[in-house]
């Protein structure tokens, strides 16, 4: 657990602190608001819970979107083989980065997960991966693209099945 928190510490951004500084101030703001005015009992409530609330969904949806928003890349899939003599598949891509910034590193995950014909299975496979693998890219300027090869093995899945691309930048 402590490596854990350790991790997220070490990948926090001034935007971050910023965000959270914020959400921070924003929680005392309303605290002392529904303080002030206790006397309009209903008012002094809803600050109240409007404060908590905030403290507990501002840093974490803000971080969410904050970082779609400032680390925003495209990934497509190019093409997929299934090797013969292998039990692999391997998975050509490309990783676009659409960011005001540069990239230092890139996660790039590849997800394997069923197929079938009803649509809400295949919702609800897309949840449950068969086969996940993740390679990293490094130095990726702004408006530039960058090719990638990901090999998913071992791999023996006999049915039909679905590959899709996800990339976390920073």
Not at 37 to 60: C, D, N
């Given at each position: 657990?402590?490596?854990?928190?350790?991790?997220?510490?070490?990948t926090l951004i001034l935007y971050d602190y910023i965000l959270f500084?914020?959400?921070?101030?924003?929680?005392?703001?309303?605290?002392i608001l529904g303080i002030v005015l206790r006397k309009k009992l209903?008012?002094?409530?809803?600050?109240?819970?409007?404060?908590?609330?905030?403290?507990?969904?501002?840093?974490?949806?803000?971080?969410?979107?904050?970082?779609?928003?400032?680390?925003?890349?495209?990934?497509?899939?190019?093409?997929?083989?299934?090797?013969?003599?292998?039990?692999?598949?391997?998975?050509?891509?490309?990783?676009?980065?659409?960011?005001?910034?540069?990239?230092?590193?890139?996660?790039i995950t590849a997800k394997i997960h069923k197929v079938s014909k009803?649509?809400?299975?295949?919702?609800?496979?897309?949840?449950?991966?068969?086969?996940?693998?993740?390679?990293?890219?490094?130095?990726?300027?702004?408006?530039?693209?960058?090719?990638?090869?990901?090999?998913?093995?071992?791999?023996?899945?006999?049915?039909?099945?679905?590959?899709?691309?996800?990339?976390?930048?920073?």
């Amino acid at each position: 657990m402590k490596t854990k928190i350790q991790a997220f510490l070490d990948t926090l951004i001034l935007y971050d602190y910023i965000l959270f500084g914020a959400s921070f101030a924003l929680f005392i703001l309303f605290i002392i608001l529904g303080i002030v005015l206790r006397k309009k009992l209903g008012l002094a409530i809803f600050l109240i819970l409007l404060a908590f609330t905030l403290l507990l969904l501002a840093p974490t949806l803000g971080r969410i979107f904050m970082h779609d928003f400032l680390f925003a890349n495209t990934t497509a899939v190019i093409s997929q083989k299934k090797l013969e003599f292998t039990e692999a598949i391997v998975v050509r891509g490309v990783l676009v980065n659409d960011s005001r910034f540069n990239f230092e590193e890139c996660k790039i995950t590849a997800k394997i997960h069923k197929v079938s014909k009803n649509p809400l299975r295949n919702y609800l496979f897309q949840f449950k991966t068969i086969k996940r693998m993740s390679i990293s890219e490094y130095d990726i300027k702004k408006a530039d693209s960058r090719d990638f090869k990901i090999i998913v093995e071992p791999f023996t899945y006999e049915r039909d099945y679905n590959i899709t691309i996800g990339a976390k930048c920073k």
